[in-house]
């Protein structure tokens, strides 16, 4: 196994922020955050998604970073080996595992939908969403989702551009990438809000993005069933608050080994508080402006705000097709997201490498390649099992290939991850040596303490019973 003296660093605090916002900044804060804040009603979806944020998640980087900066190793190497400092069992070891096996799985559809934006970023510069309609905005989503060769050549094209960076290594390649690509998604996607905030219809965003209705929030459509047997048209239900809890966690790259390893890439001297509440506040900052710049253009065009996953692939294309520089804000639009989306799978596929590449002693460019390659080709099954696709008729206990690993990775792994990491550093590892990890001021660290102890696991392992129960019952 390689030594800690071997184990790559950051160059500066800067480097590993803009490295870690990148992960955490991502198809989630763009393509995810906006449709479920749509379906979740709004204000009263984001004001729940930001407590989340701040009193779950961000104690729970908090928690991630420092482990992995204690271990200095992959996540699976940092867990063994606190575990074993701390005497405790070694499957602690575990949490390290399911990390990169889920990170694993996640980057191997992600490159799917990461393939879909390229795609679409040269459909719009291309001019293919000229003045189309709804009909044909789905069917050019379909018909592009179906085909294997179009599919095949994106998802492989994202997964190329990953395996690069990767390969270049901690300081060479995630560095160079972020310190460029940050930056320009920022600019971009600035321009596009004060773009929306001109032409489309802000005022009713803000008012939708920040005046909370929690009717919306805490009461779904009844079933048409229950309603002709004399049920409440709507009924209560706390499925948005819990999907708002898991897209914290999928927003703030949480329980894949992501964090743990770009923490053990940390230095000393960097405070790892305040770093996570940089990060928390970038992350939620951008889904934000994410909101700012696709709602006004949702409001103007009539589009639906529920729409869901199609919002961004099925909806928006129709009103680039008609706005005045829509083949510009197009395709800057699709280029925001792909680059969002590669700084964040550059974390996914960092966890799987670094393991291997600590356990085989083999040079950073073999391993970059052989785990992203595995990964791209596992991907293919989920390419393949969208729209008419070659594998769409498989079904995994009812879902398509894709939303299997979805499940699986969300609602089993990540949760599961979760609790355990909130569970070993809040009872199992001594308090004395996270105060000396984290050096905080005694309140702050009194307050992290306690969240981490008591409020993250009780919060998700409400969740997960909560999914477990809607599996088996539902
Ligand atoms: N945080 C990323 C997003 O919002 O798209 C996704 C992600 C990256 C999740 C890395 C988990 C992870 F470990």
């Not at 490295?19 to 804040?37: C, D, Q, R, T």
């Not at 009909?135 to 294997?148: E, G, K, L, R």
């Not at 590892?429 to 992290?448: C, G, H, N, P, Q």
Request: charge should be neutral; charged fraction near 10%; glycine fraction near 10%.
């Amino acid at each position: 196994m390689a030594g800690a003296a071997q184990h790559a660093h950051w160059s500066s605090r800067w480097a590993f922020i803009m490295a870690a916002v990148g992960s955490a900044v991502g198809l989630g804060n763009i393509w995810k955050f906006p449709y479920e804040a749509g379906q979740g009603g709004g204000g009263a979806f984001v004001m729940v998604y930001l407590l989340f944020v701040f009193f779950i998640g961000t104690p729970m980087l908090v928690a991630e970073l420092s482990l992995g900066r204690r271990g200095q190793l992959s996540p699976i190497g940092s867990m063994k080996k606190i575990a074993q400092e701390e005497k405790r069992s070694p499957l602690w070891g575990l949490i390290g595992w399911s990390g990169v096996v889920g990170a694993f799985i996640v980057i191997s559809f992600y490159s799917v939908v990461g393939g879909w934006t390229l795609a679409y970023m040269v459909k719009s510069a291309m001019g293919a969403f000229s003045n189309i309609d709804a009909q044909t905005a789905q069917d050019t989503f379909v018909s592009y989702i179906s085909n294997p060769v179009m599919t095949l050549v994106s998802h492989f094209a994202f997964m190329g551009i990953t395996i690069f960076i990767v390969a270049k290594g901690v300081q060479g390649g995630l560095e160079k990438a972020v310190t460029y690509l940050m930056p320009a998604l920022f600019a971009i996607l600035l321009v596009l809000v004060v773009y929306s905030g001109f032409t489309g219809d802000f005022a009713k965003t803000v008012d939708f993005l920040f005046n909370p209705d929690f009717d919306e929030l805490l009461y779904k459509a009844n079933s048409p069933e229950a309603i002709a047997a004399g049920g409440a048209a709507k009924v209560f239900s706390l499925d948005m608050v819990l999907q708002a809890l898991g897209q914290s966690f999928f927003s703030l790259s949480l329980a894949l080994g992501s964090i743990m390893t770009y923490g053990s890439y940390l230095t000393r001297d960097v405070n790892v508080g305040r770093s996570a509440l940089t990060i928390a506040a970038a992350d939620s900052s951008v889904a934000l402006m994410a909101g700012l710049a696709i709602f006004p253009i949702v409001f103007a065009y009539g589009l639906d705000v529920a729409e869901g996953g199609g919002l961004v692939f099925m909806s928006l294309p129709i009103a680039f097709g008609q706005m005045p520089f829509g083949i510009v804000v197009g395709t800057l639009f699709f280029g925001l997201l792909a680059v969002a989306a590669i700084t964040s799978s550059i974390s996914l596929l960092e966890p799987p490498v670094s393991y291997v590449e600590e356990k085989t002693g083999w040079n950073r460019r073999k391993v970059a390649i052989t785990m992203g390659v595995a990964a791209g080709v596992l991907g293919v099954l989920s390419a393949y099992s969208q729209g008419d696709n070659m594998l769409s008729s498989i079904s995994i206990f009812g879902l398509s290939i894709m939303d299997a690993k979805d499940f699986l990775t969300n609602n089993i792994i990540m949760p599961l991850g979760g609790l355990f990491t909130a569970l070993f550093v809040g009872w199992f590892v001594s308090r004395k040596a996270m105060m000396e990890e984290l050096a905080m001021e005694d309140k702050t660290f009194r307050i992290w303490y306690f969240l981490a102890r008591f409020v993250s696991p009780t919060a998700i392992g409400i969740i997960f019973i909560k999914i477990i129960y809607d599996t088996v019952v539902g």
